[in-house]
């Protein structure tokens, strides 16, 4: 180690190395940027201003919007700005500041759609004691709690990434910094990073996916058991956008979290990458607008009234 020099900055090869290619990427990610950006700040604007959603529900909603935003400008700003730049770095400490406002946004979503399932849960399974047990109070103190676990979660890895000394080579085979690429070129022992990580994941995340699982075999048992097909078809509607986001989700974060080294020669760690964090954040109000008959009424209203506005 002493031969060799400390790596002050890392180079992010990206998607392509093709000049053409990396400005027809731009306009493509720019374009599902201004999305996800304009598709969830409707999503807010909707919410706050009906008072017929000031529910539980699109409290949530109107919580994981603004985590969306957050958690798509940590990844795609940067990628956006690197398609443009001749000299693709960043610096090191810029590098483990992005993994854990990542880290932090990704996990404060997980546990908002987790609350959100819970929702769902006391809406059909027992709407006698909904109102009660879904106050104004406990929504908020759900919200805050996942903010806040989300915060040691992110502060957890990040500390161990920082014991690391990187040196030798500094490219890193992807758009963004995230743990798994970065600890490849780690000229230190990683062995206690990786357990901190693949730990923190199972557990925090395995904690969230079980509260969703048993949540869902309630509600589906209860959905079950409703005699009218209409009744059955309602009841699982008002489950369907959820059920979609968190498949998207968890399928592609935790196969890319906890993935053997030897799956990312086969499928590259970006694809994953650029679905849970590129595309879900825009593809959420797309499916809640398109899926949810209290959000497409308001969304209409406040166009009619800008309308008679002209």
């Not at 693709?88 to 979503?109: H, M, P, R, W, Y």
């Amino acid at each position: 180690m002493k031969n060799q020099t400390t790596v002050n900055e890392f180079i992010l090869l990206g998607l392509s190395s093709d000049p053409q290619l990396q400005i027809f990427l731009f306009s493509v990610f720019l374009v599902i940027y201004l999305i996800t950006l304009g598709g969830n700040i409707v999503i807010m604007v909707v919410i706050r201003a009906d008072s017929h959603l000031h529910t539980p529900m699109h409290f949530f909603l109107f919580c994981l919007s603004f985590v969306d935003i957050c958690s798509s400008s940590v990844m795609v700003h940067n990628m956006l700005r690197n398609f443009l730049a001749e000299h693709k770095t960043i610096s090191v400490n810029g590098c483990i500041a992005q993994i854990f406002f990542f880290l932090f946004t990704a996990d404060a979503e997980v546990l908002i759609l987790s609350a959100m399932a819970y929702d769902r849960y006391m809406t059909i399974c027992d709407p006698l004691h909904y109102m009660e047990r879904m106050s104004k109070g406990i929504c908020v103190l759900l919200v805050s709690g996942a903010w806040t676990r989300s915060f040691f979660y992110a502060l957890l890895n990040t500390v161990f990434t920082l014991k690391l000394h990187f040196c030798g080579s500094n490219q890193i085979h992807h758009f963004s910094c995230e743990l798994p690429p970065l600890l490849q070129l780690a000229c230190t022992e990683t062995l206690t990073t990786q357990v901190v990580l693949h730990t923190s994941v199972v557990i925090f995340g395995s904690s969230s996916f079980l509260l969703m699982l048993i949540s869902y075999i309630h509600i589906i048992s209860t959905i079950l058991g409703i005699c009218s097909a209409e009744g059955r078809r309602k009841a699982f509607s008002t489950c369907s956008s959820h059920l979609i986001l968190v498949g998207l989700l968890y399928l592609t974060g935790f196969v890319q979290y906890r993935k053997p080294s030897s799956v990312s020669s086969v499928v590259p760690d970006e694809i994953f990458s650029i679905q849970y964090s590129v595309l879900t954040p825009m593809l959420n109000p797309i499916i809640y607008i398109l899926k949810s008959k209290e959000v497409k009424t308001a969304l209409r209203k406040m166009l009619g009234k800008l309308k008679f506005l002209k």
